[in-house]
């Protein structure tokens, strides 16, 4: 695996080797030792897969602490516009992000630790997104930013995506006391 750090301390982008002949391919998706030694030594809790059409944006969401989680995500069919926006106050990158194509083909995945909120747009019908999680969901500690708030000036290349109720309420980033 080939383990890149993005311009936002924390975020890691991985790159899996992957061995392919006339069956198919295989790659190892996870591999605790690895991470180790490429220093995320986070303990994953929870799995979460969801199915999308194209043009279905969700996010940004983050959990509030104690249950704020690390996320561990790649796409098993389809493709997205991965974006993970800093919410650590004492960040020097705070209110910034980075964002990714991931997708089946391309086969990376994205490390995200805690202090962050995360978001995608599908680019494919039938998306399946797929994500480890550090914590256990929980509905109370839940939080959600604008996706176009034009502070952060986020480009989604999308105009009018599909959205959650949630979604389109989400608060400002302006708005937004962090709690990281």
Not at 10 to 20: A, N, Q, R
Not at 64 to 72: E, N, R, T
Not at 76 to 103: C, F, H, N
Request: glycine share 4%.
């Amino acid at each position: 695996m080939i383990f890149t750090r993005t311009s936002i301390k924390g975020l890691i982008i991985i790159e899996p080797k992957v061995f392919e002949d006339e069956r198919g391919h295989f790659f190892e998706s996870y591999n605790q030792n690895e991470f180790k030694e490429n220093g995320i030594v986070t303990s994953f809790v929870q799995d979460n897969q969801s199915l999308s059409q194209k043009n279905v944006l969700r996010g940004l969401h983050f959990q509030q602490p104690p249950y704020s989680q690390a996320k561990l995500i790649r796409v098993i069919q389809g493709s997205v516009l991965d974006v993970a926006l800093d919410l650590r106050k004492e960040s020097p990158t705070y209110g910034q992000y980075e964002s990714l194509i991931l997708s089946a083909q391309n086969k990376k995945i994205f490390f995200i630790p805690e202090g962050f909120a995360h978001g995608f747009l599908t680019l494919e019908d039938n998306t399946i997104f797929s994500y480890k999680c550090s914590n256990f969901y929980n509905s109370d500690s839940e939080g959600a930013i604008l996706w176009n708030d034009e502070s952060l000036n986020i480009n989604w290349n999308i105009k009018n995506p599909i959205l959650s109720k949630k979604d389109i309420s989400a608060q400002k980033f302006s708005e937004f006391t962090s709690p990281f």
